[in-house]
């Protein structure tokens, strides 16, 4: 026989309130009376009925996180942090891959509000605003992560990506570096962010932007390390060679160090290398990979925060922002100075 959430409550002699909110993990219970609860619930294998507790408060505990590409660990470590931090106050999380497909992104999008999800985590490619603004008339809370929507006032967790541009050349020309040049990502805000970090960087040393010096890959998702091997092999055509590269993301850094092999320089002796993102494999590759780290962790511990504060507010709050700092993690692929 099915236990309802009322048996259990005239079983501990309790207010269905009380068991509510221990399953909500609410903050004015008692952990004696949590403890006493949860114990029960498991004795009793007690399965809350998600759908007829959403149907009388009107949640369904439910976030939904979409994201461009569930290849890259960059996105992935961000959705295990912001996991781990709703599901400290009772929340799950659905996650969806738009796959840097603007119409797959406003149909997940459709889907999770169809799913009755009581807010959404974005990392978006739209330029637009059109669907977040759909979102907003909707009444339905979101956060943008990594990726912010120029003229949108919104909710945003993530670094200055002008500055991640800024401290990857500094590093290159620290290194002894002097045409350092840049594999640029697609047409989004963390692109276009980095390549003018990237050009105030050179000019603060009084070095030269050059055009031949910034090739586009085609593609920063499951394809990126194909085709960081594409944009390095059309880079290293330029005369004169670069000695430094500042790569977009790390997967595209990855193809680029093996673009450079494969044409037989020393890296980094010939070309130094810098990656964003600081994947967790960086440190494993047959030449360790130099990055940006960009606290991956915080950004989906405090997209946690901001986007469980939006449902749980009485009003609409201002719409603010949340920046984590970057830092330069060194490793051989950068290292020219051999400290």
């Given at each position: 026989m099915t236990v309802r959430m009322k048996d259990l409550a005239k079983d501990l002699n309790l207010s269905v309130v009380t068991i509510s909110k221990v399953l909500r993990n609410h903050s004015d219970i008692?952990?004696?009376?949590?403890?006493?609860?949860?114990?029960?619930?498991?004795?009793?294998?007690?399965?809350?009925?998600?759908?007829?507790?959403?149907?009388?408060?009107?949640?369904?505990?439910?976030?939904?996180?979409i994201v461009p590409d569930l290849v890259h660990p960059f996105f992935g470590q961000i959705a295990k942090s912001l996991a781990r931090t709703l599901r400290k106050k009772g929340y799950g999380l659905v996650i969806s891959s738009a796959e840097e497909d603007?119409?797959?992104?406003?149909?997940?999008?459709?889907?999770?509000?169809?799913?009755?999800?009581?807010?959404?985590?974005?990392?978006?490619?739209?330029?637009?605003?059109?669907?977040?603004?759909?979102?907003?008339?909707?009444?339905?809370?979101?956060?943008?992560?990594?990726?912010?929507?120029?003229?949108?006032?919104?909710?945003?967790?993530?670094?200055?990506?002008?500055?991640?541009?800024?401290?990857?050349?500094?590093?290159?020309?620290?290194?002894?570096?002097?045409?350092?040049?840049?594999?640029?990502?697609?047409?989004?805000?963390?692109?276009?962010?980095?390549?003018?970090?990237?050009g105030q960087a050179l000019q603060r040393h009084g070095l030269t932007m050059r055009d031949a010096y910034v090739v586009a890959a085609r593609s920063s998702g499951d394809r990126a390390e194909e085709c960081g091997f594409e944009a390095m092999q059309k880079l290293l055509q330029s005369r004169p060679r670069p000695d430094g590269v500042f790569c977009f993301n790390d997967p595209l850094a990855v193809g680029a160090l093996k673009a450079a092999q494969e044409a037989g320089l020393e890296v980094p002796r010939d070309l130094a290398v810098i990656g964003c993102g600081n994947m967790l494999y960086a440190d494993m590759l047959r030449i360790p990979l130099s990055s940006i780290d960009q606290d991956t962790g915080s950004i989906g511990e405090n997209a946690g925060k901001l986007v469980l504060s939006l449902v749980e507010a009485a009003a609409p709050p201002k719409p603010r922002s949340v920046l984590v700092t970057p830092r330069v993690v060194e490793r051989m692929s950068s290292n020219r100075l051999g400290r």
């Open positions: 008692s952990e004696k009376t949590r403890e006493r609860v949860l114990q029960r619930m498991r004795e009793l294998n007690f399965r809350p009925n998600l759908t007829a507790r959403a149907l009388v408060t009107g949640r369904t505990s439910m976030m939904g996180l603007i119409a797959l992104e406003r149909h997940e999008i459709e889907h999770l509000i169809a799913r009755r999800v009581d807010a959404l985590v974005i990392a978006s490619g739209e330029e637009s605003g059109e669907m977040l603004a759909v979102l907003e008339q909707q009444k339905i809370p979101y956060v943008l992560v990594d990726r912010q929507v120029a003229g949108l006032q919104a909710n945003f967790v993530g670094v200055d990506d002008r500055e991640v541009g800024l401290l990857a050349t500094q590093h290159l020309i620290q290194q002894g570096c002097r045409r350092v040049a840049h594999l640029r990502g697609p047409e989004t805000s963390p692109a276009r962010g980095r390549i003018q970090g990237y």
